[in-house]
């Protein structure tokens, strides 16, 4: 048996965060007492499983002209039959739209257990439970699969392991047959005027913003600092209040700027993965319990509409 | 003449208290938690709804599976502009698995000629991301998940889908009809029910299944506990008058040559 690690791959580039779930293959296989293999899915792939194999895992590369995009379909398909030739007992994918979309695949086809955005696993009482959030963090479910079972893990819940001295194993191999549909084609957002990734400070705004002319308070504020910008939540680019170029998080950008000022944001994972590395993180929310603030190096329970205006009235007075 | 299905979940609101209730070890249920549809499903009942506007011989059902509140959310989305409503009634409390809710509406969707089954991306309370790739998987049609746009052809025979992926890059996929498409936010404007459809919602009967007690098939994860997190935070909390708050904030950004 074994713990297969699926990863996919965009024009023969592995999502962000990949490697992150061969940390949380290896905790696994470590308590299971099994080897870890990992898969990847790909155009032309042979250096990027150079790449994998020297973490010390065995990697079977798996190419097709049709994974020069993820096809969640088609990969499944390929897939499928690697779990039976390795006796796969657990099954990884990052929690991404493309992984959660392969993983039910597999699930479904397999008969296994299946549990998305897994951030820990523990071993108790000889049962392993895996810990995912509810209500952007507000609760922890903690579930336990069966003999099989097919995980996705969320981004930023592991580190890449550290390379090895001896590497793995790499096998690549030519995949035949016709997926069912096709991705014809990417196109990166127009807007990337917005350069977040290059910013010093960044002011985020989330839904506790309450309005949209309150917006005007959060670019005022990003205009203090010099190199800052102006982030936002999902649920703002949602909105179109704000273009997509502008949300922090998993289906965002990832930033890691000096100063992360989060305003209104509640904290879901999907936001916090795509921030947790900034220096210093000042969170505002007139919710105590908000999950933003487990991350925040200061905290401020306020309501936005009236601290804002009073943090820019402060600093005219001071700084000016 | 084309027929869409629109799974739809009930969800607390957010602005619901979130409280383990210590006897179930489930979420309490009490007068305080208001139940409502989830957000991502009404961006795919509306992308539904237009569709049917656009080509006219379109039919829109919704279905939802869970105990007898989910018929609001079903009466809701009649009267957002589906015309018809199934609820498959579920009465099991406490941790109710994806794969289970999937298998059900795929048991429901197999022998009905669906053209296109939508689903919201996720739904906001668990974010599984489970319950559409999974009801595809069972059916064994093909799934596009984060769907930002969709055209079906003249002929009704293939759509073309834009679909997220991740830093703001999409991409585009030719699929087959039948497909399934879980939509994501954003995608559309979700409309105000009108009051002939709320007046005809009233009326309307919906078609009622009993899962009785169905399971997943093979034995879903079991649930182990529900937890409040960890206060892990190292945070320091500003103290004192907002005023107060603001002036502490601007010394700290000051101190660290951040100002």
């Given at each position: 048996m074994s713990v297969l690690v699926i990863i996919d791959t965009i024009e023969n580039r592995p999502s962000a965060g990949s490697f992150e779930i061969l940390t949380f293959a290896e905790k696994l296989a470590a308590v299971a007492g099994l080897p870890v293999r990992v898969v990847i899915a790909g155009q032309e792939i042979a250096s990027l499983a150079e790449d994998a194999a020297r973490y010390g895992f065995?990697?079977?590369g798996i190419e097709h002209e049709s994974f020069r995009y993820p096809n969640p379909d088609f990969t499944g398909r390929a897939v499928l039959g690697l779990m039976k030739e390795y006796s796969a007992r657990y099954v990884c994918l990052p929690h991404t739209m493309r992984g959660c979309q392969t993983a039910a695949f597999l699930a479904a086809s397999a008969d296994t257990h299946y549990i998305t955005a897994v951030e820990s696993f523990a071993e108790k009482n000889d049962e392993m439970s895996f810990r995912r959030a509810l209500f952007n963090g507000k609760v922890y479910l903690e579930l336990s699969p069966g003999e099989a079972s097919v995980f996705t893990v969320q981004g930023g819940s592991y580190k890449a392991p550290d390379s090895r001295d001896t590497p793995g194993t790499v096998e690549v191999r030519a995949l035949s047959g016709t997926p069912r549909y096709r991705p014809t084609g990417v196109r990166e957002s127009e807007e990337e005027s917005v350069r977040l990734e290059e910013s010093d400070v960044i002011i985020s705004a989330g839904r506790?913003?309450?309005?949209?002319?309150?917006?005007?308070?959060?670019?005022?504020?990003?205009?203090?600092?010099?190199?800052?910008?102006?982030?936002?939540?999902?649920?703002?680019?949602?909105?179109?209040?704000?273009?997509?170029?502008?949300?922090?998080?998993i289906t965002g950008k990832t930033v890691a700027p000096k100063l992360y000022m989060a305003c209104g944001i509640s904290g879901a994972q999907q936001h916090i993965a795509g921030m947790k590395g900034s220096q210093t993180i000042v969170a505002i929310n007139k919710d105590p319990r908000a999950a933003i603030f487990s991350i925040a190096d200061y905290i401020i329970v306020e309501d936005l509409a009236t601290f804002l205006p009073i943090l820019i009235e402060k600093y005219a007075e001071s700084f000016k | 003449m084309m027929k869409i299905l629109v799974c739809l979940k009930q969800v607390p609101d957010s602005e619901s208290p979130v409280v383990i209730d210590e006897n179930t070890g489930w979420l309490r249920e009490d007068d305080l938690v208001v139940f409502r549809m989830n957000r991502y499903d009404e961006y795919a009942l509306e992308e539904a709804v237009l569709i049917r506007e656009v080509r006219g011989d379109v039919t829109v059902d919704v279905i939802s599976v869970g105990p007898s509140r989910v018929t609001s959310t079903l009466k809701k989305g009649l009267e957002k502009g589906a015309n018809n409503g199934i609820h498959i009634t579920l009465e099991q409390q406490g941790y109710?698995?994806?794969?289970?809710?999937?298998?059900?509406?795929?048991?429901?969707?197999?022998?009905?000629?669906?053209?296109?089954?939508?689903?919201?991306?996720?739904?906001?309370?668990?974010?599984?991301?489970?319950?559409?790739?999974?009801?595809?998987?069972?059916?064994?049609?093909?799934?596009?998940?984060?769907?930002?746009?969709?055209t079906i052809s003249e002929d009704g025979t293939s759509v073309t889908v834009e679909c997220e992926l991740e830093g703001g890059v999409t991409e585009t996929i030719v699929m087959p009809v039948p497909s399934l498409l879980a939509i994501q936010s954003g995608i559309n404007r979700p409309r105000y029910p009108s009051l002939s459809n709320v007046m005809r919602a009233k009326e309307q009967v919906l078609e009622v299944i009993d899962a009785g007690t169905a399971s997943a098939g093979f034995g879903a994860?079991?649930?182990?506990?529900?937890?409040?997190?960890?206060i892990t935070s190292k945070g320091t909390i500003l103290q004192g008058t907002a005023e107060q708050k603001a002036e502490q904030l601007l010394n700290i950004l000051h101190e660290k040559s951040l100002l």
């Open positions: 065995d990697v079977t506790g913003i309450g309005s949209r002319e309150n917006l005007e308070l959060i670019k005022t504020i990003a205009k203090v600092f010099p190199n800052g910008a102006v982030g936002a939540s999902r649920t703002i680019c949602d909105q179109k209040w704000l273009p997509y170029a502008h949300q922090v998080g | 109710v698995p994806p794969s289970l809710i999937a298998r059900l509406i795929a048991d429901y969707a197999v022998k009905k000629g669906y053209d296109l089954i939508f689903t919201g991306v996720m739904a906001e309370d668990d974010m599984q991301c489970q319950v559409g790739p999974l009801i595809a998987a069972r059916l064994g049609i093909p799934c596009a998940a984060s769907v930002l746009g969709e994860e079991r649930f182990v506990s529900l937890s409040y997190p960890e």
